[in-house]
């Protein structure tokens, strides 16, 4: 199988927007959207070796698409795993 990449920018009226270079072959294709997440921003100064390890692991962790959760649904996953720790043991 030929792996032929593009990157392209979404709108919210027309959806992924491809404006490509490449050859495609006259052959079906499949087309597969994968949301590329912005990059961190800078490391802030002083920032100690901890803060720094930690957010290399967010980092990897959005990059191989884990879902970003609000401080509200930290705490609901939270209090979960605490009423059953058993059902979510690794």
């Known amino acids: 199988m030929t792996k032929i990449s593009d990157e392209a920018r979404g709108t919210a009226e027309h959806g992924p927007e491809v404006r490509s270079s490449n050859d495609y072959p006259a052959e079906p294709i499949r087309v597969t959207v994968q949301l590329i997440p912005a990059p961190s921003p800078s490391p802030a100064a002083g920032e100690s070796p901890l803060g720094r390890r930690l957010r290399a692991i967010r ?8 879902p970003v959760m609000t401080q509200d649904e930290v705490l609901a996953e939270v209090r979960l795993r605490r009423v059953n720790p058993a059902d979510h043991a690794e």
């Open 59 to 66: 980092d990897a962790a959005l990059a191989e698409g884990m």
